[in-house]
């Protein structure tokens, strides 16, 4: 069974990939949209290359019991061929001790990150992650924004929200009722916010986004939500203060965590 051990390992890797890219969405927990073809040609040369791998396995395992049985044929000649067969058990029995015919045994223990992968894909970042970052933000520059959609309320993403609340000369969000959808994080004075992650390529670079939100109670952490209101004005354009916005609240829902949890930074 050693002698499939690489195999095996490319085998559950790939298949792995291929679980949460191919045959699923789980994918956009930890990377965007667009690297989706990547991962499935990666997951399908991984089962390849196993394929190839158990085959050459088994080539080598039929040329290895036929030279042996050539050894031992010959050493039924003398007692000459019976202590070269001796010596050739005993070297291989050392070499084998600690390393299988396909290497050391301590690689097995690589089956466990790529079958968790495989049986339990890790969830979305959270709470935690986004509680993580502080919530100071260097002043990106005050100016004009685009004209949002006419009609109310208007979706928004939470980094549109927060980039028009903080930094929009025009004041865009006055007198607007926004839509904003993100889960429940909370400080521990039982402030709660809107929040959501976003990322430029994968999970590994998520930054927060994120609304306070009032007026209404707040749901269990993690919960995903939307919430329906107007924006709150705090502080100066572009300072601290302004940070993180804050939207008064007149209805809220409870939804489904989307396909893709974060959104594009």
Not at 234 to 239: D, R
């Amino acid at each position: 069974m050693r002698r499939y051990g690489p195999a095996v390992l490319l085998a559950l890797v790939g298949a792995a990939i291929l679980r949460v890219s191919l045959f699923s969405e789980l994918y956009l927990r930890y990377v965007q949209a667009g690297l989706r073809p990547y991962l499935v040609v990666s997951g399908a040369a991984l089962v390849l290359l196993a394929v190839a791998v158990a085959v050459a396995g088994v080539a080598r395992g039929a040329a290895v019991h036929e030279a042996e049985g050539h050894e031992g044929g010959d050493g039924d000649g003398g007692g000459d061929g019976h202590e070269g067969a001796g010596d050739h058990a005993g070297h291989s029995h050392s070499d084998t001790h600690s390393h299988g015919p396909a290497g050391p045994r301590v690689a097995w223990f690589l089956t466990l990150p790529a079958l968790a992968l495989l049986l339990f894909p890790p969830p979305a970042l959270g709470s935690y992650s986004a509680e993580r970052e502080a919530a100071q933000r260097a002043a990106q520059g005050v100016g004009t924004f685009p004209d949002l959609p006419s009609g109310n309320p208007v979706d928004l993403t939470l980094g549109e929200f927060g980039s028009r609340a903080v930094y929009d000369s025009g004041r865009s969000l006055k007198g607007r009722t926004v839509r904003l959808t993100g889960f429940v994080t909370r400080d521990g004075d039982g402030t709660w916010y809107v929040t959501r992650l976003l990322v430029s390529c994968c999970a590994a670079d998520a930054t927060t986004a994120k609304a306070e939100v009032r007026g209404v109670e707040a749901p269990p952490v993690d919960t995903w939500v939307t919430v329906t209101g107007t924006w709150h004005p705090e502080g100066e354009l572009g300072s601290t203060e302004a940070w993180p916005p804050v939207v008064d609240v007149t209805s809220l829902r409870r939804v489904r965590q989307p396909d893709n949890p974060y959104e594009k930074r």
